[in-house]
């Protein structure tokens, strides 16, 4: 139980292009989801929380018109990197709260990104 | 948010006992203590979280010092499975429903020898 997928896993894309990464939470009920990038390496850097029906709060520094996130449903919440650049590839980790579980948070998989 | 510190890596051998240490000595009365763990090219794995009292689970215990300012998370026999980053982070409990976000540190590198 509690699972977040992610897709795709990985995606190369050209520079100045624009590409979605969809989170699911496959058996729960999401009110609220959260997005992360990881450089090689590095630890995780929270980019924003999605809360369903209603606009991402972004943390300082990450630009919301670069990074779009829409969470139309309780059980998706998509991030695009729109104009993309070499500089935003990077692996992007979405997570879901579980209500169900205590508020837990359930990662995903994970995303590959790579623009070239 | 209150921080967290951890050691940058540990080492174990397989089936033996795994003492990780958290230090979080500014610690709130409403922080959870999670703990989390990364293979590499994946997403964290929840692990386990408590408040004061120890924890128990099928993955690991979790023991919380009186004080609340360390805790240690013991994995009771190491496997090579077990080789990962291990995050402990400090999560808000704002009330009702809501929770804080989860912000990560650097973690401790765990290596499990055969």
């Known amino acids: 139980g509690a699972v977040v997928s992610q897709h795709p896993s990985w995606v190369i894309c050209k520079s100045g292009t624009s590409v979605k990464i969809e989170c699911r939470s496959l058996d729960f009920q999401a009110t609220t989801m959260f997005w992360y990038r990881q450089f090689p390496k590095q630890s995780l850097m929270l980019m924003a929380t999605?809360?369903?029906?209603?606009?991402?709060?972004?943390e300082q520094g990450v630009e919301k018109d670069k990074f779009l996130i829409n969470h139309a449903s309780l059980t998706l919440s998509t991030l695009t990197v729109t104009s993309a650049h070499p500089e935003d590839s990077s692996f992007y980790i979405c997570?879901?709260?579980?209500?169900?579980?205590?508020?837990?948070?359930?990662f995903g998989e994970g995303s590959w990104l790579t623009v070239v | 948010d209150a921080k967290t510190t951890q050691p940058n890596s540990m080492e174990s051998n397989e089936e033996e006992p795994v003492h990780l240490p958290c230090n979080h000595s500014?610690?709130?009365?409403?922080?959870?203590i999670h703990w989390y763990r990364q293979l590499p090219s994946q997403g964290p794995e929840y692990v386990i979280h408590?408040?004061?009292s120890n924890v128990n689970n099928r993955m690991a215990s979790l023991a919380i010092a009186e004080d609340r300012k360390s805790s240690t998370l013991i994995l009771h026999r190491a496997t090579l499975r077990d080789a990962a980053v291990y995050y402990c982070?400090?999560?808000?409990?704002?009330?009702?429903?809501?929770?804080?976000?989860?912000?990560f540190g650097q973690g401790t590198i765990l290596t499990v020898h055969p």
């Open positions: 982070i400090l999560r808000e409990y704002a009330g009702g429903t809501s929770y804080g976000k989860l912000t």
């Open positions: 999605s809360n369903e029906g209603s606009k991402a709060t972004y």
């Open positions: 500014t610690i709130s009365g409403t922080d959870y």
């Open positions: 408590g408040l004061t």
């Open positions: 997570s879901a709260s579980n209500r169900g579980k205590g508020n837990t948070i359930y």
